[in-house]
């Protein structure tokens, strides 16, 4: 039942304080995200600019359309899932139950372009150690391109994916009537890592595909 | 209320006696005591191999065990202590049991995230295990890339692994303690009347919060480039070896803060207790231990005066580090200022925390040896560095995980210890601590390079007094778990605060309800008010 008493756990005094808890935990594991990343950036942004021409010669080499489609993709998937929170906020369940699903639809479709972008790096033998090729010069340094490529965008699509996953348990326990306008704090807290798995692609995208690419 | 309170006057011991009881349960306490049997057997397992070291290292030539072997015996030691013993020792087990009970709390925030954490610990030790059996790592336990990427035969990714997995057991702890410190205080518990045992644990939440993702993410990186055979810390690959280092101690650094300011917190709250007097400049007290961490996080290059960094660099590293000495000395003068014109007696936890102050004390100095740039380029990678971190890490935290669990034993079990036989333990791994790493010093600073079986025979004579010693020490930490077991049958039954102790985990019985309160405690004092005559508002 979206009874917010119900929803209190033993350890907690009141609705406020289980909240608070919830929110300070939630900004403290994006935390951890952004350190977690922030380890792949500085490997990442050290090995540029000791090969920036081959890094430069990486980036042409990447799918800008497809990249382009997909951030736009997950940006509206914010959209959504900002515009489910407000639902939850206001109680609405059937508009919550639907801004939810429309998220976890985009989610999959970002993963879905992300998966032919794959195939078609591999078809252009772009695949370090397994069938990486390139004609150029400094072709080892591209290759360590195309692994920081791999790596980033591999994490990241992980955190989509455990994102879908938590989205659509939401999604199911707002469907089962679990929310209310006095508890919606799972709503809140999936909504929050969403938004940082999409602002961390935000920064995913210019780095990998856009920066000296017209150079 | 009144059928709760009567339905659970049972100890959080007594209710359910059973295997799944515990393995499923929610309750802080009991999963720091499944924390502190965890804990323990890998301690065994991290002893042994530093027991196989000191045997071998009796002769300058290495007898016992072959090289490759020694090499996997430093390294299986480095790991399973740094991680799977001190990193947890203290916040998993005293940290899990007395946060909630000191801050008037129910439980953790997170008590479902606090069991997932243990059973992640127990996976990456279990990893770990493994490897160890499969047949061990060589690399120490710092993992310095291309040897790890590239070179090592050994069983790199598996132990790897096993810390990664731990890496996030440590995660959940921290973030569960920042916000339980935060969001959880009882009425009238306010920042400035908590225990400094709550502000060193919310000091090291933070740090393992905010360090073990970068860890996390860079053995990661280690691992996958040791199986792809591409990637960027192996120069022949177009990588940058510091690059791995950086981002080592990045971590491994504050991480020597998560093992002693934990200890720290508990020196703290038993010089108070057993001199009867509040901890001089308690406020000073909090903000060092807040400087400690995050200065911690400011000094990382100093491993790395060698390795090949900017001068520039290691001048502002060196620099910083000194500054470190400042907190970490107004905690030192400050203990013993609260010591003075106390009533002091020598129990055993005063016994280790004493002993705490003197070894710190000696560890921190020596680090300023080790941070001027010019004497660490002739001490860098000599036994001179493996003494110092050893008084810190074996002197400081072990010291106070001793004395802590003395200290709290009554209120975990609700039995009292033997005391003869523990302030005889206290003096003996006094004794036998000192015995073991004071010749390290000398024989460091005459030049033995650590991680070698083999030294010339002029240092054999440091070596034996070291090795001795290392057997007192297996006496020191063998006695009291065998006369702690005993006393959970045999020993006195505990009173709710039988050291008159000060702080709220002693106003409820002992052992404590699940719910660690029948009612909500309200502060109406400030923390150590020991003495009438310096609490006038009492």
């Not at chain 1, 920081?148 to 659509?168: D, Q, R």
């Not at chain 2, 991680?83 to 709390?105: D, E, H, K, Q, Y």
């Not at chain 2, 005459?446 to 297996?474: C, D, H, I, K, T």
């Not at chain 2, 400030?526 to 003495?531: F, L, N, Q, S, V």
Request: net charge neutral; with cysteine; charged share 10%.
């Amino acid at each position: 039942m979206a009874d917010a008493a119900a929803a209190l756990h033993p350890q907690f005094d009141d609705a406020d304080q289980q909240r608070t808890a919830a929110n300070l935990g939630i900004w403290i594991f994006l935390a951890t995200e952004i350190l977690f990343f922030g380890v792949l950036f500085a490997a990442y942004a050290i090995t540029r600019v000791r090969f920036p021409e081959a890094f430069a010669a990486g980036s042409r080499l990447t799918n800008l359309p497809l990249a382009g489609i997909n951030t736009a993709v997950l940006v509206t998937s914010s959209l959504t899932m900002a515009l489910g929170v407000h639902a939850a906020q206001h109680g609405a369940r059937r508009a919550l139950v639907g801004w939810l699903s429309l998220t976890v639809a985009l989610g999959c479709a970002f993963l879905a372009i992300k998966a032919v972008e794959y195939r078609i790096d591999y078809l252009e033998h772009l695949v370090p150690s397994l069938n990486f090729r390139f004609a150029g010069p400094q072709a080892d340094q591209v290759e360590l391109f195309f692994y920081m490529y791999f790596f980033i965008t591999g994490v990241h699509a992980l955190h989509v994916l455990i994102g879908i996953g938590c989205i659509a348990t939401i999604a199911v326990m707002a469907s089962r009537n679990s929310f209310s306008r006095a508890y919606f704090t799972p709503v809140d807290v999936t909504g929050l890592y969403w938004h940082l798995v999409d602002v961390i692609w935000l920064f995913v995208f210019p780095v990998l595909y856009l920066i000296s690419r017209s150079s | 209320m009144n059928s709760a309170a009567i339905a659970t006057d049972e100890s959080y011991l007594g209710s359910g006696w059973n295997w799944w009881s515990w393995l499923t349960t929610l309750d802080h306490k009991r999963i720091g005591i499944l924390y502190t049997v965890t804990i323990t057997l890998l301690f065994g397992i991290g002893g042994a191999a530093a027991a196989m070291i000191r045997l071998d290292l009796l002769t300058p030539h290495s007898q016992l065990v072959s090289i490759e072997t020694y090499n996997k015996l430093f390294s299986i030691h480095g790991v399973i202590m740094v991680w799977f013993f001190l990193i947890p020792s203290i916040p998993a087990t005293l940290g899990n049991f007395l946060v909630p009970l000191m801050v008037g709390a129910r439980d953790l925030a997170f008590p479902r995230l606090n069991l997932l954490s243990w059973y992640l610990f127990v996976g990456g030790a279990l990893f770990t295990i493994y490897a160890l059996l499969a047949g061990g790592v060589d690399t120490g336990w710092t993992f310095y890339a291309p040897y790890s990427t590239t070179f090592s035969t050994s069983h790199v990714f598996a132990v790897a692994t096993g810390v990664f997995i731990a890496g996030f057991s440590s995660i959940l702890t921290g973030l569960n303690f920042v916000v339980t410190v935060h969001s959880m205080r009882a009425p009238g518990m306010t920042w400035f009347r908590l225990p400094l045992f709550i502000w060193s644990m919310y000091a090291t939440s933070l740090i393992l919060v905010l360090a073990t993702p970068v860890l996390a993410m860079t053995l990661m990186l280690m691992g996958i480039e040791r199986i792809f055979g591409i990637g960027v810390f192996d120069p022949a690959l177009g990588g940058d070896p510091l690059l791995f280092q950086h981002l080592f101690w990045f971590y491994s650094h504050p991480a020597v803060y998560i093992m002693v300011v934990p200890a720290m917190g508990v020196a703290s709250e038993i010089i108070s207790c057993f001199c009867r007097n509040p901890v001089f400049g308690y406020r000073f007290m909090a903000y060092a231990i807040l400087a400690i961490a995050a200065f911690g996080f400011l000094v990382w290059g100093h491993h790395m005066f060698v390795s090949g960094q900017s001068a520039y660099a290691g001048t502002v590293f060196s620099l910083l580090t000194f500054l470190v000495s400042v907190p970490s000395a107004v905690k030192v003068f400050n203990w013993t200022a609260t010591l003075y014109k106390g009533h002091v007696s020598f129990e055993a936890p005063m016994l280790y925390a004493l002993g705490f102050i003197g070894l710190f004390t000696i560890g921190g100095l020596t680090g300023l040896f080790l941070a001027s740039l010019g004497l660490d380029v002739q001490l860098h990678d000599t036994y001179f560095v493996v003494a110092h971190f050893h008084y810190i890490m074996v002197g400081g935290a072990v010291m106070a995980f001793f004395g802590g669990m003395h200290f709290w034993w009554p209120k975990i079990t609700g039995r009292m210890y033997p005391e003869g036989w523990a302030r005889f333990c206290a003096i003996l791994t006094f004794i036998g601590f000192n015995l073991t790493f004071f010749p390290q010093f000398i024989v460091g600073y005459l030049g033995m390079p650590r991680r070698y079986p083999e030294y010339p025979p002029e240092f054999q004579v440091w070596n034996v007094f070291s090795s001795a010693g290392a057997s007192l020490l297996v006496f020191g930490y063998v006695v009291p778990l065998v006369y702690l077991l005993w006393s959970l049958r045999y020993g006195a039954h505990a009173s709710a605060n039988p050291w008159n102790a000060k702080g709220l985990e002693w106003e409820t019985t002992s052992p404590p309800p699940s719910e660690n309160f029948h009612t909500t405690p309200v502060v109406t004092e400030d923390a150590y008010a020991y003495g009438p005559a310096e609490h006038p508002h009492g």
